[in-house]
């Protein structure tokens, strides 16, 4: 009968694998073993054997996962965010269509921002397209006008984020 066919009889397979790991790891680390058939006996026979190599490919791995976790969660902030600026802004625009009046009374208090970016060689609507933060001075006198038909938006979006950023937390 065969070294290997007696392991099998004795031991699961899973601990003899173990141990052939174990042995050949060693053996790739530069350990000088002599009797290398003696030495793979006794690995075998150890119940509980914990290779350091392998233990180290596992920590790398999982730190690998979290890393891949953590990206993935920050993106998704990321994307929450967008989102939720898509949402607004269709709203803006569902505003403006049904009344020109708020697009007027926006764009004058965003052209009388100290924080615009207003071209005068642009007409209002070129400098609201071309012009981020006079975009963003336009919507955010938008939002400030019409409080209500944000809040809940903001509140849903803000619930997701932070749900995603407890997630993040507990990496």
Do not use: C, H
Not at 46 to 70: F, G, V
């Amino acid at each position: 009968m065969s070294t290997v066919s007696s392991w099998l009889e004795k031991y699961p397979e899973q601990q003899i694998r173990k141990a052939i790991n174990y042995t050949l790891n060693q053996l790739k680390t530069g350990k000088e073993i002599p009797n290398v058939g003696g030495y793979l006996q006794t690995m075998v026979k150890e119940e509980n054997l914990i290779d350091p190599t392998e233990e180290e490919k596992k920590k790398r791995k999982a730190k690998e996962e979290k890393e891949k976790t953590r990206e993935n969660l920050e993106l998704e902030i990321e994307e929450l965010k967008k989102e939720l600026y898509n949402k607004e802004v269709e709203i803006i625009q569902n505003l403006f269509a049904s009344d020109a009046s708020i697009k007027e009374v926006a764009f004058k208090a965003a052209k009388e921002s100290k924080y615009k970016s207003y071209d005068t060689a642009l007409s209002d609507d070129e400098n609201y397209d071309k012009r981020v933060s006079f975009r963003a001075s336009v919507n955010n006198k938008v939002k400030v006008l019409f409080p209500n038909d944000f809040k809940k938006l903001q509140e849903k979006y803000d619930r997701k984020i932070e749900s995603v950023k407890l997630k993040l937390s507990k990496i």
